[in-house]
Every structure is written in structure tokens, then in C-alpha cells.
């Protein structure tokens, strides 16, 4: 049986036609997420269109099928649900919100096996929900950005929300190209940042802007907060600028454009948790004094 942990993050983030992975073991004529009741009574964290804010959802399966699956022998795969010996099928889930007891949302899920040699991969994908789904934009992250860069996000969030790929590569490369000398600058400022040394670097790359050292070298003076993905933030997000456009699928595109908002979004909330920080104990200190 599905854990509700191991599904939230399918629930809450994935997008129409992105799939995720069940399994990488399935033998065929296995019992698990053979039917729809293998989805029920999920947990998952979703925004609630009555109270404006993300709450507690639970997933509940059409009655319809429950009627039709519950009447069925556990221990046999419905015929309907397969496709050449392999699970093939699509069905309805329904998510509530527990803390309105009102808010729904409809899902329509479907169910498949990837044959790899051997191995067999089950995978589930959204293929319809209503209302519509939209990532919601992150107000720590609208308010780094100006009016233009603005635009950009908002417009690269909107493309990858209704399944355009390329669109939302381009636009979240356009912020990294005007924006990643500026995020720089931000974490010069930062307490625990090698202030001296990314100044340095940043007047190295002011005399040679063609350059791309700085995004190399700045790992090593991160603050420990960017550090924690043991990976150089800001060298990955310079590296997506340079792969033609036209060269990617729209589903290598579409990849690629979440990863970038995730670690765009990590690297600026990052950035505004610390200068909070900063100014919560300035406070501190100045009623100390007083």
C-alpha cells in the first residue's frame, strides 16, 4: 500500500503529463497498483481555493469505481486495467480539504508500465485536474526581482504549468543571464559570505564580463547556507545558459525548466532567510541597548 509521504510530492508539485516513478521492480502479474484503491486515502499538501493558503488534502476514489473494484476478487487483475499482459488504465481521484471540508479537487490519473529489458517501471502521471493547476510564484522571489524579471518568472512559471517546455526554459535563461551577477552581489552582503573575496571576483569579471570564472570560483566562498547541497549553485544555474534551445525535446526542456526554478527559488530564499536573520538580531541588540 502507497505511503502517504512517499505520494505528497507527486500530489502537490507534479504537473500535467510529468511522470513519477512507482516502481522499478514490478513483475507482472503483481497485485500492487493494479486498481484505483491503491490511491486511496492519500495525504498530500495543496492549495485551498476557499482559504487562499496551502492545506491538508486527502484523496478519495469515485464512488463508482469503489463500487465496481470492491465487488472484484483482491487477488486478480482486472482485465480492464491491462494492456498487453502489462498495467494500462486511467482513473478518478478526488482530493479533499481537511481543513474546509470543502474545497475539491479532481484528478485524472493514469497508470502505466515502462518494459527496460528486464526491468519493468510502473509510473503515474496526471492527464487531466480540476480547477486547473498553477504554480504559485514565490513572494520572497518577487520581491529580489524588478518589473522585468518579474515578467519572465511569472511568464516561465505559466509555460511550465500548461506544459510548454522550451517556453519556460527560455524565459527562466533570460533571468539567469540578467540576474546571476545581481544574486552574486546579494551574497557578497551576507554575513557568512567571504565578503572580500566575491568582491574580488566580481572585479575580475567587471574587467572581463565575457568570463565565466566567477561562477567557478565562488563556490569555496559561499555562505555554509548555499554550500548545503554540496553542489555550486550558482555555477548550475550559469551552465543552463549555455545548451541550445533547439536542440532539446520538450520533455528534456520541460526537466530542465523545473530544476532551474527549484534551485532559482532555493538560492533566493536563501539569500532573504539570512538578511531576516540579520535584521531580527540588529533588533535584538538595539533593545538591549536601549
Known amino acids: 500500500m502507497l505511503k502517504p509521504t512517499y505520494m505528497n510530492e507527486f500530489f502537490s508539485n507534479y504537473q500535467l503529463y510529468q511522470k513519477f516513478e512507482l516502481s522499478n521492480d514490478y513483475k507482472k502479474d503483481a497485485l500492487d497498483y493494479a486498481t484505483s484503491l491503491h490511491f486511496k486515502d492519500i495525504t498530500f499538501d495543496y492549495h485551498c481555493l476557499e482559504e487562499g493558503v496551502t492545506k ?27 494492456k498487453n499482459g502489462m498495467l494500462d488504465y486511467a482513473f478518478k481521484c478526488i482530493g479533499y480539504c481537511q481543513s474546509c471540508k470543502k474545497n475539491q479537487v479532481y484528478f485524472l490519473l493514469h497508470i502505466s508500465t515502462f518494459p527496460t529489458n528486464e526491468e519493468r517501471k510502473i509510473f503515474v502521471e496526471k492527464v487531466g485536474v480540476s480547477p486547473q493547476m498553477k504554480i504559485l510564484p514565490k513572494q520572497e522571489v518577487t520581491k529580489f526581482f524588478d518589473r522585468e524579471s518579474n515578467k519572465w518568472y511569472y511568464k516561465g512559471i505559466n509555460a511550465i504549468s ?93 526537466e530542465k525548466a523545473r530544476i532551474i526554478l527549484q534551485l532559482l527559488d ?22 538591549l541597548k536601549e
Not at 532555493?266 to 541588540?285: C, G, W, Y
Open 266 to 287: 532555493f538560492v533566493i530564499i536563501k539569500i532573504n532567510e539570512e538578511r531576516s536573520n540579520i535584521q531580527s538580531l540588529k533588533e535584538a541588540i538595539k533593545f
Open 162 to 254: 500548461d506544459n510548454y517546455g522550451i517556453g519556460s526554459l527560455a524565459y527562466f535563461r533570460r533571468i539567469i543571464e540578467k540576474e546571476l551577477i545581481h544574486i552574486i552581489e546579494e551574497i557578497k552582503k551576507l554575513p557568512d559570505a567571504h565578503s572580500l573575496e566575491i568582491q574580488s571576483l566580481l572585479d575580475e569579471h567587471k574587467q572581463q564580463p565575457t568570463v565565466s570564472t566567477i561562477y567557478e570560483k565562488i563556490f569555496q566562498h559561499l555562505p555554509n547556507s548555499l554550500k548545503s547541497l554540496g553542489d555550486n549553485p550558482i555555477k548550475l544555474l550559469y551552465n543552463q545558459t549555455s545548451e541550445g534551445l533547439h536542440s532539446m525535446t520538450e520533455d528534456k526542456a520541460m
Open 56 to 82: 491538508t488534502f486527502v484523496t478519495k476514489i469515485d464512488e463508482n469505481e469503489m463500487s465496481i473494484f470492491g465487488s472484484l476478487r483482491g487477488d486478480i487483475i482486472p482485465q480492464n486495467n491491462l
